[in-house]
């Protein structure tokens, strides 16, 4: 079926002619673990708490690039209060966007897709990428549907490895071989762009809407967490509401590999930081530059642990970094740190398992002129057996693909599991929508961050 026929179908027709292709993954079975309404109510209460801050209104320069995106949270506990805190966030080339909303309308993904939409003037250009052998085919589909659905002249789409080759600047313009672009949806081309080239996209030298043109703020987890500290100590009534909220920031930690280091001297350096960050913090998280998918991620808690023990679960941090991204000269450097949270658990499969909660956002129109960040809808992630990092990947070795089982929507199943720990499912819902609320201005204030300083 061609490009045109595929999208003039009913979109859950849509959606299962995509998802039923070889290869494919099917989200249908989150979706199903869905509630709607709730969803709705959700959403709606805590878009009202983030208009009423005032603070999740786009700068114009963010307005004129920021499609969606999503951040990730864990819940957890301190002095006998729950809070929650920023995993990481992420650009609009996140994935799992057809995880929310329903099998007959898909509202909740329709709605999240809007915001790429919004940036799609009728007969502009654009170009949409995606990763060769991409098992979720559906996230790009989409948004080159909505792109269509707005009048969009050309789009442009391809393997990112074949449009990168035929990337050039002429003239202040992106060009695509012969093809001028005025859009690229999805940050995944100008990534892969040599850095120098990713400067002129990104600093104005270009000509071109990038959404969103400020995934380096988010791709790097220092960048974000420094961000989020300029945010709260800048504006002290800000973040007196965040933390009544609920909202708590981490401490973290920046390690950076000099020009002529080693790499046995750099890790046995991070090693000596690590035993220190423990010490201090009661546990620290390593996170890896531009990490894929949580790959080496490694936990640690245990004050006793000697130096060279450390050592030793670095190296294999990076040994599972470059096997999962099979590349063994990856840049892992600079390396964060991060404060561990003592976080709430999910029961799945008669075991505890950590979970993450991910708020997905989208961008809409004010009457006013003005463009806000808002929820679209939620994703709870349940860890593997034996793994602190939530994602729903199965290894590579035990099958790959997604285990379906560890992803839940928002229903009366995860108020309940979340509720467990912290009071019932009436305080979970609560938790939940101050959180939403809380992505919303984040997410704005990161994004104004960037784009005030990236800009000229």
């Not at 004050?303 to 050592?311: E, F, G, L, S």
């Not at 006013?368 to 709870?380: M, Y």
């Not at 602190?388 to 099958?399: C, F, I």
Request: with cysteine; proline share 3%.
């Amino acid at each position: 079926m061609n490009r045109k026929d595929l999208y003039s179908l009913p979109y859950n027709e849509f959606v299962r002619k995509v998802e039923s292709q070889p290869g494919q993954i099917s989200f249908a079975p989150i979706r199903a673990k869905q509630d709607l309404e709730l969803t709705r109510r959700t959403i709606s209460a805590a878009t009202l708490i983030a208009r009423s801050s005032g603070k999740n209104i786009l700068s114009e320069n963010s307005a004129r690039e920021l499609a969606a995106g999503s951040m990730d949270w864990g819940i957890g506990f301190e002095e006998g209060k729950i809070v929650f805190s920023v995993f990481e966030g992420n650009g609009a080339s996140h994935r799992g966007m057809h995880t929310g909303g329903d099998e007959v309308n898909h509202e909740s993904t329709r709605e999240l897709l809007k915001g790429y939409g919004r940036l799609v003037q009728p007969g502009m250009s654009v170009v949409v990428g995606n990763k060769a052998g991409d098992s979720l085919s559906v996230d790009r589909l989409g948004i080159e549907r909505v792109a269509q659905e707005n009048h969009a002249g050309l789009i442009i789409n391809g393997d990112y490895s074949e449009l990168v080759k035929q990337a050039k600047i002429k003239k202040r313009k992106l060009y695509i071989g012969n093809e001028p672009v005025d859009v690229v949806l999805g940050d995944g081309l100008i990534r892969r762009l040599p850095e120098n080239d990713q400067r002129q996209y990104l600093g104005g030298d270009v000509d071109v809407i990038v959404a969103n043109g400020s995934f380096p703020q988010f791709t790097s987890k220092e960048a974000t967490y420094t961000a989020i500290k300029e945010i709260v100590e800048s504006n002290s009534s800000l973040a007196d509401m965040l933390s009544s909220l609920g909202f708590k920031p981490l401490n973290f930690d920046n390690v950076t590999r000099g020009d002529t280091e080693s790499e046995s001297n750099f890790l046995r350096s991070l090693a000596r930081r690590v035993k220190t960050n423990i010490q201090d913090w009661g546990g620290a998280v390593l996170k890896w530059n531009d990490s894929s998918g949580s790959a080496g991620m490694r936990f640690f808690e245990d004050r006793t642990t000697p130096v060279n023990k450390i050592y030793s679960q670095i190296e294999s941090g990076i040994d599972e970094l470059r096997a999962k991204t099979k590349n063994p000269e990856v840049v892992y450097h600079p390396v964060t740190l991060q404060q561990m949270l003592n976080t709430s658990s999910w029961e799945h499969e008669g075991t505890l398992r950590n979970f993450d909660t991910r708020v997905y956002l989208t961008t809409q129109n004010l009457p006013t002129g003005e463009v806000e960040v808002i929820p679209a809808f939620f994703l709870f992630r349940i860890t593997p057996e034996g793994s602190r990092a939530a994602n729903l990947s199965v290894r590579e070795d035990l099958g790959g693909g997604v285990d379906m089982s560890r992803g839940h929507g928002l229903y009366e199943y995860s108020l309940q599991r979340i509720g467990e720990q912290i009071g019932g499912v009436h305080d979970a819902q609560s938790l939940l929508t101050n959180l939403a609320a809380v992505s919303c201005v984040l997410y704005t204030q990161i994004s104004n961050i960037y784009y005030n300083r990236s800009k000229v």
